[in-house]
């Protein structure tokens, strides 16, 4: 969990700084490897990191997932 929510905070404009690019906020990952964070872990993120990108993208315009849910469900209720 630590690892995928330092990714978003990385990836993620905030008022105090702009947001990092996948390459950017992986380097930073991989130099944690080991300190910050669980080799296996890091390892693990590797392994699906074109997932992260695609998750990433999904929300890019700050859509919560529960927003998506409540959406989803409102196109599914019959009138």
Known sequence: M???????ALISKRVYKP???H???KAIILE???SHFDPQVVQAFLAVEDLFV???ATYKDGK??????ERES???SPA
């Open 23 to 25: 390459k950017q906020a």
């Open 32 to 34: 944690g490897e080991g």
């Open 2 to 8: 630590a690892l995928a929510d330092v990714y978003d």
């Open 54 to 56: 695609e998750i990433a």
């Open 64 to 69: 919560s997932v529960e927003h998506e849910l």
């Open 19 to 21: 947001a990092f690019t």
């Open 74 to 76: 409102f196109i599914a």
